[in-house]
């Protein structure tokens, strides 16, 4: 016979993405706590692994697992290279364990003779001497298999328990009856910026501010530099392929534009302006420099510690290349012509949709998936995409998990301004980052029951939410009202309350002018050149440069699901903090949510979970304001201005007297 | 291209067990309500279906599915037979849908011209006559199709929504695209007695209550008499094979029987009797009469309109043909011989285990199953499975799936007391029934706790209790101590808080006389012939009567998730109350679970669950002692005395009075 029935009972695996049909996430250098409900029938004793490889490869790395309560074991294992991995469980009955077992309850109960149970033992032992790859085990089994053969039932009983003889017979353990969980689950293991990242972003053509004309590619030094003053981590960049004619729209989304207006950078695609791979999406817009420029401005940014992030938005102007030399690629009208994109009785007519269940849809998703892998090959690991829940779910599925086979470390930021379970899908199968809610959850209950959803729930294994403040779309009605603090209230929000978050340019400068009566900017640069002094009075550029300081400084911030939140009594007040594990570093924040008014509150310091007594002294040290408060046990009073300081970041160290009357901070 | 990408997101489907690793269970006739999470990319109006077929036919029946909130749609299914069905939902853009709303849109908003999206209805409308399998909808759709593109957009906007063309369309609608879950779950349909049935178990052997000699089975009609007269509905026979004599225990499981004793059942297999078979499980004991004589007495039973159960007990004496036949199916130690049974330092030399995965272990497994389908033969489809934990869970699938695809009206219960974890998996790999902790549940904080979990979670898809009161095993100390109304407490408990449940006989006469310290039955008739009078003086049967009476009348107790506590002020007093969907049958039950000392409580009725106001006035009828009272809105107070009345179980009617002044209950 050679089927195999599964000897052991492995089930209730964690963690898993709905069942293991989608991989887990991890950055390097994480830990991956594996846990199952592992039993079987009968009396034997279980010996389980935990076991883990990189996908692809055949050899697995193995550690033990713990039993805990009630038939639940767990292990651990990190992970170390930007890869996908597999993990699994391997469980089998020991019979060596549950022989010792037995053969010692046997002899504690007085059962004689032993002789029978004393020849299994030596059988097992000399079985494990056999299967060893070792010789010097080989050896040693084989000694000790005699030792035990020619012992006294309380001889039997010492040597079974000799650690050697456990050690050797763990190593060389009989498996032929184990049991492995499958399908293997996938682990995919992404880069530190993956999950630590902030980032700032900018229209090319807008780098120098000038009013009447663009800027290119050589002159976005300026703006670099400043976002690396700033402490950003990533600049990312709106569309910077050529710009479609036809259609195009004017300052402030007008249907027709005037001359020399320099159009909409998502109206993808000129056919018309000689660029060398046919002025599509794999072009630079020509009034931006050159593919060369654009590899040299890439080089730039690399060198100054910062990377770009491109735009992926798959919006086709009717003189994009594939219109004319795909036209299956699209939908079509009765007459045969090609279909604008619609949200009746809004009409794009800058615009073309792309079919993506087209009967030649695979030649499309290949020719999509080719897009980023040629912008990798121009040294861009990094993509925001543009509406993808517009796309099909399994299509972002195709081109990621493609795009990851080369370019692990490619990152994917999901602009999925949509509904929560479409949120969430995008995520689970491949997007490393995701737009959220929180452009809109301004009040404390809504911040509370948001971000615990994302940081304290299963969402926390496959979703990562990259908080914006603004962007070229939305100017949020809070900014709009509130003036400089709410700014300044935003962006520690965003900073602090997710190791990703980003702003949209201007944002800085507290611009806050927007089209009466919606969220959106009045004379967008999407739809023009805009006039700017980036150093305007009034701007908060030395506030952020401490945000991103303190990110940089506190591991606590750079983690993502050990956010909790904490009790402030004033409904204006949000306290919240972050821990490593360890403790070694704690991050409390108190944020007044009024951009209007003082705020005072009574606060619950959660000293218990700092493992301190409510009796112990700490030092609170506000990392903003670079000021240090005494606090004493659970309850403390703070206030806070929203004209000088809205938000305390602390650092929270514990305050040690000892008997040679020397403090310091532990 | 072929190969095909889905276009839907179908996720989150419920019920589901295991994400779908085993089938969910239901009685014939139960609705299949299924949910999921069903949502697209863009705009598409989405259509889904759920899908049902008996598993193995070819044709699916469909019913259409409903959007509830948040992308979760919901569809009921009506499962009519005893078999195994799959179920999965299909779902797709429906392009007739998403164009009516579009036009509507366009039209509505004032857009034209509308030409092109009049021709686009057209053919939408047309192509669905193409794909009609009816002469009739061909040729009506075709006639639809002509007065569309003639139509000015008021009309096309009006014939878009008529209801003939939305029936016509949504029968032929284009599903090429269609997205299907997979893999489809299964749906385990039992007949009606794997839900609801009460057990009487007794020992053939005692059927008539000598004391000196075994009854046979033609002596056995007047204790099924007996059992049909308490309203029970099967009679569960422990073991009736050949019992080994090697090794034979005596009274009161005495390592050594005197001659003439008779064994204990559960040491199956006797090579030298002469049976028919061999003398091992697929032969009855020479004593107790033939297979004939047996299957006289399983007709017999089927007349009265019970049914059988036999014990599946997989332990063979040394006299067991298997000994002498398959040697290689059982453990041996170092000097060849056969291992017997222990839990060290207990030993059981009467029986040796068997060895699951020796090397031939499929034609064990095969040999196993035949025995089930042995019996199946001779017309027994209820097997009561002995310690089925200390075999593999995976023996169990593999049985049970071949027993079910002949006889799909088999029903399995399994004798799982063992640990929480093991007793659910063997739930989920197909057994029908499960014993309980129920056996050891008295008081009112831990009986509701794990109620709760029995009927109120994800385990109601794969687990049903059978609550037995005692076992041959285990005579609970709550009965040792409690006398007379302890039992008609655990009697009450057993019939209502489960659709299924089951007494060992003696019950009902109270017996109780237990080995000192211990949870078990002095003189057990499991190892000698017991001397009973079975309308002994203080027997239950009328107070048992009543109760099986009232869960046959009630169709309340007949369901098993709908199980609901409520609140009793006093401690000693437990509430709960079962009821249909439709509310046409409501049942209360008021226990005093302290068998010694009368009880009163004011207990709060869940008026409002039932539909009804503070205000309204409500009869209560004790169906056991037939007395009614009026109560009136949900605080309420009952006196319960232990020795006359332990016990309410109520039925509950609205009293609803008319300006008539005629009274009549709702």
Same mark, same amino acid.
């Given at each position: 016979?050679?089927?195999?029935?599964?000897?052991?009972?492995?089930?209730?695996?964690?963690?898993?993405?709905?069942?293991?049909?989608?991989?887990?996430?991890?950055?390097?250098?994480?830990?991956?706590?594996?846990?199952?409900?592992?039993?079987?029938?009968?009396?034997?004793?279980?010996?389980?692994l935990?076991k883990w490889r990189?996908?692809?490869e055949v050899a697995w790395n193995e550690?033990?697992?713990?039993?805990?309560?009630?038939?639940?074991?767990? $292990?651990?294992?990190?992970?170390?290279?930007?890869?996908?991995?597999e993990y699994t469980?391997e469980?089998?009955?020991?019979?060596?364990?549950?022989?010792?077992?037995?053969?010692?309850?046997?002899?504690?109960?007085?059962?004689?003779?032993?002789?029978?149970?004393?020849?299994?033992?030596?059988?097992?032992?000399?079985? =494990?001497?056999?299967?060893?790859?070792?010789?010097?085990?080989?050896?040693?089994?084989?000694?000790?298999?005699?030792?035990?053969?020619?012992?006294?039932?309380?001889?039997?009983? =010492?040597?079974?328990?000799?650690?050697?003889?456990?050690?050797?017979?763990?190593?060389?353990?009989?498996?032929?009856?184990?049991?492995?969980?499958?399908?293997?689950?996938?682990?995919?293991?992404?880069?530190?910026?993956?999950?630590?990242?902030?980032?700032?972003?900018?229209?090319?053509?807008?780098?120098?501010?000038?009013?009447?004309?663009?800027?290119?590619?050589?002159?976005?030094?300026?703006?670099?530099?400043?976002?690396?003053?700033?402490?950003?981590?990533?600049?990312?960049?709106?569309?910077?392929?050529?710009?479609?004619?036809?259609?195009?729209?004017?300052?402030?989304?007008?249907?027709?534009?005037? +001359?020399?207006?320099?159009?909409?950078?998502?109206?993808?695609?000129?056919?018309?302006?000689?660029?060398?791979?046919?002025?599509?999406?794999?072009?630079?817009?020509?009034?931006?420099?050159?593919?060369?420029?654009?590899?040299?401005?890439? $080089?730039?940014?690399?060198?100054?510690?910062?990377?770009?992030?491109?735009?992926?938005?798959?919006?086709?102007?009717?003189?994009?290349?594939?219109?004319?030399?795909?036209?299956?690629?699209?939908?079509?009208?009765?007459?045969?012509?090609?279909?604008?994109?619609?949200?009746?009785?809004?009409?794009?007519?800058?615009?073309? +949709?792309?079919?993506?269940?087209?009967?030649?849809?695979?030649?499309?998703?290949?020719?999509?998936?080719?897009?980023?892998?040629?912008?990798?090959?121009?040294?861009?690991?990094?993509?925001?995409?543009?509406?993808?829940?517009?796309?099909?779910?399994?299509?972002?599925?195709?081109?990621?998990?493609?795009?990851?086979?080369?370019?692990?470390?490619?990152?994917?930021?999901?602009?999925?301004?949509?509904?929560?379970?479409?949120?969430?899908?995008?995520?689970?199968?491949?997007?490393?980052?995701?737009?959220?809610?929180?452009?809109?959850?301004?009040?404390?209950?809504?911040?509370?029951?948001?971000?615990?959803?994302?940081?304290?729930?299963?969402?926390?294994?496959?979703?990562?939410?990259?908080?914006?403040?603004?962007?070229?779309?939305?100017?949020?009605?809070?900014?709009?009202?509130?003036?400089?603090?709410?700014?300044?209230?935003?962006?520690?929000?965003?900073?602090?309350?997710?190791?990703?978050?980003?702003?949209?340019?201007?944002?800085?400068?507290?611009?806050?002018?927007?089209?009466?009566?919606?969220?959106?900017?009045?004379?967008?640069?999407?739809?023009?050149?805009?006039?700017?002094?980036?150093?305007?009075?009034?701007?908060?550029?030395?506030?952020?440069?401490?945000?991103?300081?303190?990110?940089?400084?506190?591991?606590?911030?750079?983690?993502?699901?050990?956010?909790?939140?904490?009790?402030?009594?004033?409904?204006?007040?949000?306290?919240?903090?972050?821990?490593?594990?360890?403790?070694?570093?704690?991050?409390?924040?108190?944020?007044?949510?009024?951009?209007?008014?003082?705020?005072?509150?009574?606060?619950?310091?959660?000293?218990?979970?700092? $493992?301190?007594?409510?009796?112990?002294?700490?030092?609170?040290?506000?990392?903003?304001?670079?000021?240090?408060?005494?606090?004493?046990?659970?309850?403390?009073?703070?206030?806070?201005?929203?004209?000088?300081?809205?938000?305390?970041?602390?650092?929270?160290?514990?305050?040690?007297?000892?008997?040679?009357?020397?403090?310091?901070?532990?």
């Amino acid at each position: 016979m050679i089927a195999k029935q599964p000897t052991v009972v492995i089930e209730n695996l964690t963690p898993l993405v709905d069942g293991g049909r989608y991989p887990v996430k991890r950055v390097v250098g994480d830990d991956l706590i594996v846990e199952a409900d592992i039993f079987k029938d009968g009396h034997d004793l279980i010996s389980a692994l935990l076991k883990w490889r990189k996908h692809g490869e055949v050899a697995w790395n193995e550690t033990p697992l713990k039993p805990l309560l009630n038939d639940r074991w767990r $292990g651990t294992c990190s992970l170390f290279e930007n890869a996908t991995y597999e993990y699994t469980i391997e469980a089998w009955g020991d019979s060596f364990r549950s022989w010792q077992e037995e053969f010692h309850k046997k002899y504690e109960g007085g059962v004689t003779p032993l002789e029978s149970e004393t020849l299994e033992g030596a059988a097992l032992v000399r079985a =494990a001497g056999a299967r060893a790859a070792l010789a010097a085990d080989k050896k040693r089994l084989a000694e000790i298999a005699d030792l035990i053969q020619a012992a006294e039932p309380s001889q039997v009983d =010492a040597i079974a328990h000799w650690p050697e003889l456990e050690a050797l017979m763990a190593a060389w353990s009989d498996r032929s009856r184990s049991t492995e969980y499958v399908p293997y689950p996938l682990v995919n293991v992404d880069r530190e910026r993956a999950r630590f990242a902030a980032w700032y972003e900018f229209f090319p053509r807008s780098a120098e501010g000038h009013a009447d004309r663009g800027s290119r590619f050589r002159d976005c030094l300026g703006r670099v530099e400043d976002a690396k003053a700033m402490g950003f981590d990533v600049v990312y960049f709106p569309p910077i392929h050529p710009i479609g004619e036809s259609n195009r729209k004017g300052r402030n989304n007008a249907v027709k534009c005037e +001359p020399g207006e320099p159009g909409v950078p998502y109206a993808i695609g000129n056919r018309n302006q000689g660029c060398p791979n046919g002025g599509g999406h794999k072009d630079v817009a020509p009034e931006l420099g050159t593919l060369k420029d654009f590899d040299w401005l890439v $080089g730039e940014i690399k060198k100054r510690g910062l990377e770009v992030a491109l735009d992926f938005a798959l919006n086709c102007s009717p003189d994009h290349p594939w219109v004319h030399d795909h036209p299956e690629w699209f939908f079509k009208r009765p007459d045969g012509t090609i279909k604008y994109a619609e949200n009746p009785p809004k009409k794009y007519e800058d615009v073309y +949709p792309l079919d993506y269940q087209n009967p030649q849809w695979r030649e499309l998703w290949d020719e999509l998936t080719g897009v980023i892998l040629f912008w990798c090959e121009h040294n861009v690991r990094t993509f925001r995409v543009d509406n993808p829940h517009t796309k099909p779910v399994s299509f972002w599925e195709y081109l990621i998990a493609k795009v990851r086979a080369k370019y692990p470390d490619a990152i994917f930021l999901s602009e999925a301004f949509t509904r929560p379970k479409m949120m969430k899908a995008l995520a689970k199968v491949g997007f490393t980052q995701s737009y959220t809610y929180f452009t809109w959850r301004s009040n404390k209950h809504e911040l509370t029951e948001y971000f615990t959803e994302l940081t304290q729930t299963e969402m926390t294994q496959y979703f990562r939410g990259n908080l914006f403040t603004n962007t070229p779309d939305i100017l949020p009605y809070f900014l709009q009202q509130g003036g400089r603090p709410a700014f300044m209230i935003r962006a520690a929000l965003a900073a602090t309350l997710s190791p990703l978050y980003g702003i949209y340019s201007g944002f800085e400068l507290c611009e806050n002018a927007a089209v009466p009566g919606k969220e959106e900017y009045i004379d967008s640069e999407k739809y023009q050149f805009k006039g700017r002094n980036w150093n305007a009075p009034g701007n908060i550029k030395e506030y952020i440069t401490g945000l991103n300081r303190i990110r940089h400084e506190n591991r606590a911030l750079q983690e993502y699901s050990n956010l909790r939140f904490f009790r402030a009594e004033n409904e204006n007040v949000l306290f919240y903090g972050k821990m490593t594990a360890s403790r070694d570093n704690i991050i409390l924040v108190v944020v007044n949510l009024d951009p209007w008014n003082r705020q005072e509150s009574f606060i619950e310091v959660p000293v218990d979970a700092f $493992g301190w007594m409510e009796s112990d002294t700490y030092q609170v040290h506000d990392l903003l304001w670079d000021q240090r408060y005494l606090w004493h046990g659970s309850r403390n009073f703070v206030v806070l201005d929203p004209q000088t300081k809205p938000v305390h970041i602390f650092r929270v160290r514990r305050w040690m007297s000892r008997e040679q009357d020397f403090d310091y901070y532990l």
